[in-house]
């Protein structure tokens, strides 16, 4: 999957080249490219932002830099545009799965008070937020999004972390994982899971979820209730 970034800190992306994300880089599953902002700019001083009109704090960034970044980058708009900003709809699984079937994805990153409306309007397929709070840039945001498309690139997760049994791939919240030793400062792994039935574990499992997603999650656990209900009505 090729992934094009857009911001001013094109250093912050170096993190990109650590652990599973860095092996997989390497391997050329994951081709990001990184381009300041910056170096599009024709202000004499390499200006990237300006003061908003209609007065108020804080800066705005200018559209000449960013308009000639993003469309020197993706001259023939192959790749989906995608602004990170609060005012996006929030990321959840199902988005992620939807663009991590994109060939291609351009993450632009703004920052200060954010980049001038004409850009969104001119350049930007979609506006994405990865939550109800203010950061001070685009920048962490896009690398979370990578971070979760990522996972569904082909080859990119080893077959021991596959996307298909985890959080979410069925709506549920994840049940508790154990590992040795088998007794830790008194506590005890729960003993269905020493045990070796495999029909009985994956049923303990389910219940343990499904309890766990009701405490914590009951708007996931209603909707599961939900879609159990109409697939049990079509002999699913
Ligand atoms: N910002 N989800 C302000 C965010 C954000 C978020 C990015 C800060 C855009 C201009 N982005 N800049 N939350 O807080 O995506």
């Known amino acids: 999957m090729k992934i094009k970034v857009a911001t001013i800190f094109p250093e912050m992306f170096d993190v990109l080249d650590v652990g599973i994300l860095g092996k997989a880089k ?58 990170l900003s609060p005012r996006g709809k929030t990321l959840d699984q199902k988005m992620v799965e939807r663009l991590a079937r994109e060939e291609e994805i351009m993450l632009v990153c703004g920052s200060y008070e954010g980049i001038d409306e004409r850009i969104i309007a001119l350049d930007i397929d979609e506006e994405i937020s990865i939550g109800d709070y203010v950061l001070t840039g685009g920048e962490l945001p896009a690398m979370i999004l990578i971070n979760a498309v990522s996972r569904y690139v082909d080859g990119v997760l080893g077959s021991s972390e596959s996307t298909s049994e985890e959080s979410f791939s069925n709506g ?34 389910l219940a343990q979820s499904l309890d766990i997603t009701r405490q914590r999650r009951p708007d996931l656990y209603d909707e599961y209730i939900k879609k159990t209900q109409i697939n049990n009505g079509k002999e699913k």
């Open 26 to 83: 390497q391997k050329g599953l994951l081709d990001v490219e990184v381009v300041n902002i910056r170096d599009y700019s024709t202000d004499k001083h390499k200006k990237t932002d300006d003061a908003p009109f209609g007065g108020g704090a804080g800066m705005v960034m200018t559209p000449q830099p960013l308009h000639d970044t993003i469309n020197a980058m993706d001259k023939d708009h192959s790749a989906r545009r995608i602004y």
């Open 172 to 205: 549920l919240l994840e049940y508790p994982q154990y590992t040795r030793p088998q007794e830790f400062e008194g506590m005890s792994v729960p003993q269905v899971l020493l045990g070796g039935n495999h029909k009985q574990i994956e049923d303990w499992r």
